[in-house]
Nanobody, 112 residues
Framework: QVQLVESGGGLVQPGGSLRLSCEAS?????MGWYRQAPGKERELVAR???????NFGDPVKGRFTISRDNAKNTVYLQMNSLKPEDTAVYYC?????????WGQGTQVAVSS
């Protein structure tokens, strides 16, 4: 079993930045983030493997970066140039032994 604890959400103005963090209770392989806006399906934001390979959803390419600290079992999502359409609940996830685990979600709101 893996527990994930997220932090860093909040309210930011358009064009601003936020950094999300997610710490896993034990070592995991791939870690990443999905998001879900009201009335929409959950979509991949970004993911990073234990080896550092990354993938990003098209809407965030060039604006978001993802990194991880394997010693701390922690993944970070740096979100820059935020837009109102980035408003969503962001969910951290992690994979261990082919099982997928989810965080509780953190709200990100982009509004003036």
């Amino acid at each position: 079993q893996v527990q994930l604890v997220e932090s860093g959400g909040g309210l930011v103005q358009p064009g601003g930045s936020l950094r999300l963090s997610c710490e896993a209770s034990r070592s995991v392989s791939t870690m990443g983030w999905y998001r879900q806006a009201p009335g929409k399906e959950r979509e991949l934001v970004a993911r990073v493997t234990s080896g550092g390979n990354t993938n990003f959803g098209d809407p965030v390419k060039g604006r978001f970066t993802i990194s991880r600290d394997n010693a701390k079992n922690t993944v970070y999502l740096q979100m820059n140039s935020l837009k109102p359409e980035d408003t969503a609940v962001y969910y951290c996830y992690a994979i261990r032994d082919a099982d997928k685990y989810w965080g509780q979600g953190t709200q990100v709101a982009v509004s003036s």
